[in-house]
């Protein structure tokens, strides 16, 4: 098992989408890389803690490849955009990838080179992981949940997300 930090805006929608993803193990939503030990939603809310709403995906790289999860997020945010996802804006909703094995940085930092000579202005952030802090229970699963709650994670790029995993495509 491994584990990616994958920080796309809103966290009920990222948990949602790495979720459906065969492969993956677990996903659960959570606070990274701000600078305050076990935010509260509240706090990190007031963009004054430096956390990012970050979803933990723990994945079998012989199921699922970390280059198919690159993939996945890559279609459900705008990497143009910072501190904002649809119709979330602020501190908390700024894109990134945040890793915990140093093994993971030469193609994480490859493909963001890829992204950074196709996308202008490109957004999001890559660092390694410095802390992660579980989110309050009523994220976990929060459209599951909630099904009528807000996602800005559109049907459409779903239907995208599932569509990688129809078929015999690489893993």
């Not at 459900?76 to 140093?102: C, E, F, K, L, M």
């Not at 599951?144 to 807000?150: A, L, Q, S, V, W």
């Amino acid at each position: 098992m491994k584990e990616i930090y994958f920080a796309g805006g809103c966290f009920w929608g990222t948990e949602k989408v790495f979720k459906a993803c065969p492969g993956v193990k677990a996903a659960t939503a959570g606070y990274a890389n701000g600078h305050t030990e076990n935010p509260t939603y509240q706090e990190v809310c007031t963009d004054t803690t430096g956390h990012r709403e970050t979803v933990k995906v723990e994945y079998d790289p012989e199921e699922i490849s970390l280059t198919k999860l690159l993939r996945v997020f890559f279609l459900v945010i705008d990497p143009r955009v910072r501190n904002r996802q649809g119709n979330d804006a602020g501190t908390q909703y700024q894109t990134g990838v945040y890793y915990s094995d140093s093994e993971d940085a030469a193609l994480l930092e490859a493909v963001f080179a890829e992204k950074r000579e196709q996308i202008h202005p490109f957004c999001v952030e890559l660092a390694p992981l410095l802390s992660f802090w579980t989110a309050e229970e009523y994220h976990q699963d929060y459209l599951d949940k909630n099904p009528g709650g807000y996602c800005h994670i559109t049907p459409a790029e779903m239907e995208e997300v599932q569509s990688l995993f129809s078929g015999n495509s690489d893993i």
